[in-house]
């Protein structure tokens, strides 16, 4: 079973930069397109950007610009760079297929970003 560990999280202030990875068991990146989601208190969990197995990216509007998805397959691992945040990007960030499998969420990695 393959698992996917999210890790990179923490607080910055506003205008900083952080580095998410997420790392998988298995060679699940070679095959799929992975996404990077987050979910904000209250709110519903939303995409945020997704790499394809061709190394094709996409952004959610609020990440365009700000954040870059790329991935290590030789490290089996995905990562999310986020500059420039704003306390808006405060959520819990996850990894996972896109679209998502309900299988393979994992416990997410927190950032806050202090205003």
């Known amino acids: 079973q393959v698992q996917l560990v999210e890790s990179g999280g923490g607080l910055v202030q506003s205008g900083g930069s952080l580095r998410l990875s997420c790392t998988a068991s298995g060679y699940i990146f070679r095959i799929n397109t992975m996404g990077w989601y987050r979910q904000a208190p209250g709110k519903q969990r939303e995409l945020v950007a997704t790499?394809?197995?061709?190394?094709?990216?996409n952004y959610a509007d609020s990440a365009k610009g700000r954040f870059t998805i790329s991935r290590d397959i030789a490290k089996n691992t995905v990562y999310l760079q986020m500059n420039s945040l704003k306390p808006e990007d405060t959520a819990v960030y996850y990894c996972?297929?896109?679209?998502?499998?309900?299988?393979?969420w994992g416990q997410g990695t927190q950032v806050t970003v202090s205003s």
């Open positions: 790499i394809t197995s061709g190394g094709t990216t």
């Open positions: 996972n297929l896109a679209p998502w499998r309900d299988v393979y």
